[in-house]
């Protein structure tokens, strides 16, 4: 190879590395509504239409996958089968070029648009398994509750429980060997309880990875599926159980 032509590969190489990873994002419109009211205001109302906004502009762009998980809540007589929807994008929001808010009336709501670059973010496929279970699928207030983990190796894993009122509260993040139940340290138990005589429809999410994470103690429904996503993307295993507590 003479020096000019290797001194034009060097170069063409460098053009490539450098080449800004938006790239490939498309540009797509999406469209997001919320209401608003006595409970929720305007502008919560339009930051959540936002969001809404954005996951449609995805989902035009990519699709998205629905996950789902049944459970069955019983009382002395009847059982209902309820389910508990995960939609998980396969994109995010690159740059927002564009954005208009309307405020619509019957019933009060915020509608916002967008016109954004989105980009598909590549999925590794994690290295190892992990099985997860609870000790059952419907607890009484006041009951104690364990979760048995059997991973195919040594790993690190973090363990969340989600509720409607609370978001998503960190309970364990730490290493692990082989068989484990959790709560594993004889001074902690995990005790359901209820803020009132209604039934909770509760969640546990596992992160598991190679690497140690680090999370803050709590994070709201946006942020966690936010953060699990990119997780998910990197590697990371996503585990999820829906569990109920009754009176």
């Known amino acids: 190879m003479d020096r000019n032509h290797f001194i034009s590969v060097v170069i063409f190489t460098i053009v490539l590395a450098l080449v800004p990873h938006w790239i ?3 540009t797509v419109a999406g469209v997001g509504e919320y209401d608003f009211g006595a409970d929720i205001t305007e502008n919560d109302s339009c930051d959540k239409a936002l969001t809404k906004a954005e996951a449609d502009a995805i989902e035009r762009a990519f699709g ?3 996950g789902a998980t049944d459970w069955e809540m019983c009382d002395n007589e009847t059982c209902d089968f309820r389910q508990m929807s995960w939609i998980e994008t396969h994109g995010h929001v690159v740059e927002i070029k564009n954005i208009n808010k309307v405020i619509l009336e019957n019933p009060r709501r915020c509608r916002v648009s967008i016109v954004a670059d989105v980009e598909q973010t590549p999925t590794l496929q994690p290295n190892f398994t992990l099985d997860v279970e609870l000790d059952r699928t419907q607890y009484k207030a006041g ?4 979760m048995d983990l059997d991973p195919s190796k040594s790993m690190y894993i973090a363990v969340f429980n989600w509720t409607e009122d609370y978001g998503f509260v960190l309970m364990v993040n730490k290493k ?4 484990t139940q959790l709560p594993d340290d004889p001074r902690i138990q995990w005790r359901t309880f209820l803020n009132d005589d209604q039934p909770s429809e ?3 999410v596992v992160l598991a990875s190679d690497m140690q994470m680090n999370f803050k103690m709590k994070y709201t429904d946006k942020e966690f599926i936010m953060i699990s996503q990119k ?3 990197m ?3 996503v585990r999820k159980i829906s569990f109920t507590i009754i009176p």
């Open 64 to 66: 998205v996958t629905v």
């Open 235 to 237: 590697g990371v295993l």
């Open 143 to 146: 009951d104690y509750l364990t």
């Open 176 to 179: 692990i060997f082989n068989k």
């Open 24 to 26: 490939n994002a498309k």
């Open 202 to 204: 509760e969640m546990m």
């Open 231 to 233: 997780l998910a993307k």
